[in-house]
């Protein structure tokens, strides 16, 4: 069955970096477009960033992190990644792996991942 | 951004009562909407996609419809299992939005 296993969360100080990563199993992982989506208390769920499948050519982001997050993926070891740099109190919230559906569910998440804690505090 | 609106934002139903959530759209966005059922503690569930379209292996309680930019969730016979909150998203034009959320309480 499919499961995503997100790693690397935590405290991280302001303007420091923290890397996300998501292990998949259970599916053709280079099929899929991945993405990272975050939730927290103050402004709910929130789409981080989109990267397609097969060579990841196509990297998207919320206008919130682009120029301080990466997107990346290694389809030989089914594993996403998340270079989280420059962070800011604003980007705590727990962050999910999401795989993104295909056809009608494009642009959509049909699977999560359990989650992972980032806190950016002194 | 297109800004996606729920309501109501707290429910309060029985066991066995049959619940309705909306979700409206600041914009048009076809059928390109997807709804999702979150428990305490745990990572989002996808139930629908495409407006009325249920995901592998989710109930038929659980159904979704349109009408222009208003969406609807109903699910019919509450069971104690039931009891989340629930969000809806668009996936019409990125960046992807999602609704505030419709907790759903036990009465």
């Known amino acids: 069955q499919v499961q995503l296993v997100e790693s690397g969360g935590g405290l991280g100080k302001p303007g420091g970096s923290l890397r996300l990563s998501c292990a998949a199993s259970g599916f053709t992982f280079s099929d899929y477009w991945m993405s990272w989506i975050r939730q927290s208390p103050g402004k709910g769920l929130e789409w981080v960033s989109y990267?397609?499948?097969?060579?990841?050519?196509?990297?998207l982001y919320a206008d919130s992190v682009k120029g301080r997050f990466t997107i990346s993926r290694d389809n030989a070891k089914n594993s996403l990644s998340l270079q989280m740099n420059s962070l800011r109190a604003e980007d705590t919230a727990v962050y999910y792996c999401a795989r993104v559906g295909t056809l009608a569910q494009a642009g959509t998440v049909d699977f999560w991942g359990q989650g992972t804690l980032v806190a950016v505090s002194s | 951004d297109i800004q996606m609106t729920q309501s109501p934002s707290s429910l309060s139903a029985s066991v066995g009562d049959r619940v309705t959530i909306t979700c409206r759209a600041s914009q048009g966005i076809s059928n390109y909407l997807a709804w999702f059922q979150q428990k305490p503690g745990q990572a989002p569930k996808s139930l629908i996609y495409?407006?009325?379209s249920l995901q592998s292996g989710v109930p038929s309680k659980f159904s979704g419809s349109a009408s222009g930019t208003d969406f609807t969730l109903t699910i019919s016979s509450l069971q104690p299992d039931d009891f989340a909150t629930y969000f809806c998203q668009q996936y019409y034009t990125y960046p992807p939005t999602f609704g505030q959320g419709t907790r759903l309480d036990i009465k």
């Open positions: 495409a407006a009325s």
């Open positions: 990267i397609s499948g097969s060579g990841g050519d196509t990297k």
